[in-house]
């Protein structure tokens, strides 16, 4: 199983960045798939989820009306669309997969975001 996270990179505040996961290995309409993020001297912070579906979507609050999640069952694509970008978004983004939300089995390598004031 792989997960490829891209479009990372540098951004001022208040800008865009859509972040994709690409997943291979995996059945993967069959498995929930999340966004975490950790940034520099932190654990590793949840940061939003999707159902195997798409039906579903839960966002941490520190996200919330900024952040959207997406997938594309048919490319084995998800997206973390990302909007009014502060600093504190500054971190590295790892995409997840699971079959159960809250139980994650695979991991991306993660992309940098940083936010520049």
């Known amino acids: 199983v792989q997960l490829q996270a891209s479009g990372g990179g540098s951004v001022q505040a208040g800008g865009s960045l859509r972040l994709s996961c690409a997943a291979s290995?995996?059945?993967?309409?069959?498995?929930?798939m999340g966004w975490f993020r950790q940034a520099p001297g932190k654990e590793r912070e949840f940061v939003a989820t999707?159902?195997?579906?798409?039906?579903?979507?839960t966002f941490a609050d520190s996200v919330k009306g900024r952040f959207t999640i997406s997938r594309d069952n048919a490319k084995n694509m998800v997206y973390l669309q990302m909007n009014s970008l502060k600093p504190e978004d500054t971190a590295v983004y790892y995409c997840?997969?699971?079959?159960?939300?809250?139980?994650?089995?695979?991991w991306g390598q993660g992309t940098l975001v940083t936010v520049s004031s």
């Open positions: 997840a997969a699971g079959l159960l939300i809250g139980s994650w089995a695979y």
């Open positions: 999707i159902t195997w579906s798409g039906g579903s979507t």
């Open positions: 290995g995996l059945t993967f309409s069959r498995f929930n």
